[in-house]
């Protein structure tokens, strides 16, 4: 199942964006579904990731008090509200879920538990 993930763009340090994500032919219900990010010469890391059912919502410590992970079950879609956003921001945003299943905790920030993506969209934060 692909996931449709789009809202990137180019902002100002401080500046917001909001990204969306949204599976092709499926619904998130019961799903647990995550946002991870790869900058420029980095290894693609966790950033959010929320229960769809629950909305239990986790975060990196990078992000936590600036990023929002939220889900609207009436678009089937989950978002990532970025706020006050640095420089060390831009990266390629990559939604990714595991659909119709839950991710035990101490598995939910790791890539390999989620077994669909998005095709990622790029946040560029200019200082």
């Known amino acids: 199942v692909q996931l449709q993930a789009s809202g990137g763009g180019l902002v100002q340090a401080g500046g917001s964006l909001s990204l969306s994500c949204a599976p092709s032919g499926r619904t998130f219900s019961s799903s647990t579904v995550g946002w991870f990010r790869q900058a420029p010469g980095k290894e693609r890391e966790f950033v959010a990731a929320i229960r769809y059912n629950g909305g239990t919502t986790y975060y990196a410590d990078s992000v936590k008090g600036r990023f929002t992970i939220s889900g609207d079950s009436a678009k089937n879609t989950v978002y990532l509200q970025m706020n006050s956003l640095k420089p060390e921001d831009t990266a390629v945003y990559y939604c990714?879920?595991?659909?119709?299943?839950?991710?035990?905790?101490?598995?939910?920030?790791?890539?390999?538990?989620?077994?669909?993506w998005g095709q990622g969209t790029l946040v560029t934060v200019s200082s």
């Open positions: 990714a879920a595991k659909l119709a299943r839950s991710i035990i905790l101490s598995q939910i920030r790791a890539q390999g538990s989620y077994d669909s």
